[in-house]
């Protein structure tokens, strides 16, 4: 059951943009606004889905909660202790919060066997000995289904199947309690997304994690995870339990995410919505970001952010829209 007290992990109007400041002669240099505002709560045992268009900030979120990047602005708070630079030691927040990368080959040194690949995390931040660490290899090896004698062999000799196994079972060498997960199925042909979505699923109940899932794909984050939220432009656009968001959407973006979605037997049919193209990140535009590409669009959008509004007797399902859609109807039929 879920921890409904306290957050695992708490964002707190979280800001990240790159470049800014003033070159030597006074000019002001363009910075990119890559996070806006962020604020939500990860709770003890969810999957946490995030979903969004390519560009929307996710995956620079997802760097910013395990520590591979530090925010603007905001605070980020793991058990109510601040994710800064002197959390991240030996025994800190880095053995407490894992990442798993999108490309399983490129995220494995290719010089370096798995077993030192494995052995890594258990010296520098359990301090593991020589047997224990042996121990503990072949229970990751036998919980990413991989065979012990793996260990010896190199990143290049494996399918991107198995070497994204391999990507979790680092992860899970730190013996974490959350585990970000940055688009981890999308290079994979879709047989073996599902062998890892279920090694996914028994990891998490066998070890009691608690997980972010980050992905473009909708099918998986409506498959995998309790509550989702769906980022446009640096910011959430709506949060909610994700039967609700995939059932009755509220923001006109995840209409558009959800319509534009390939669904066996349903030709696509996106709205006309005036245009495709994305806001410039290095010049944010008045009001709320999806005005230009939002069929509901009034004066009030243009002027002025929504802020995140809860639906008619479902506290629990917000979004930033002054002109919601309506909640009757199902947009999608599972």
Known sequence: MLDRQAPLLDIDDVVRRFGGGRTLFGVDKLAVHAVQGVSLEVRQGETLGIVGESGCGKSTLARLLCGLDEPTAGAIRFKGESLDSASRGKGGLARRIQYVFQDPVASLNPRKTIRNILEAPLIHLLGMKRDARAARLAELMDAVNLRADFLDRY?????????????????????????????????????????????????????????????????????????????????IAELGP???????????????????????????????????????????????????????????????????????????????????????????KG
Do not use: W
């Open 155 to 235: 990143p290049h000799e494996f399918s991107g199947g198995q070497a994204q196994r391999i990507g979790i079972a680092r992860a899970l060498a730190a013996e974490p309690e959350l585990i970000v997960l940055d688009e981890p199925v999308s290079a994979l042909d879709v047989s073996v997304q599902a062998q890892v979505l279920n090694i996914l699923d028994d990891l998490k109940t066998r070890f009691s994690l608690t997980y972010v899932f980050i992905s473009h794909d909708l099918s998986v984050v409506e498959s995998v995870s309790d509550r989702v939220a769906v980022m446009y432009f640096g910011r």
């Open 242 to 332: 994700a039967e609700d968001i995939f059932r009755q959407p509220r923001h006109h973006y995840t209409r558009l995410l959800l319509a534009s979605a390939p669904v066996p037997g349903r030709v696509l049919s996106v709205a006309d919505t005036g245009t495709d193209e994305l806001p410039d990140p290095y010049d944010p535009p008045a009001g709320c970001a999806f005005h230009a590409r939002c069929p509901a669009a009034k004066a009030d959008c243009r002027q002025s952010q929504p802020p995140l509004e809860p639906a008619p007797g479902s506290p629990s399902h917000v979004a930033a829209c002054f002109h919601p859609a309506s909640m009757s109807g199902e947009v999608r």
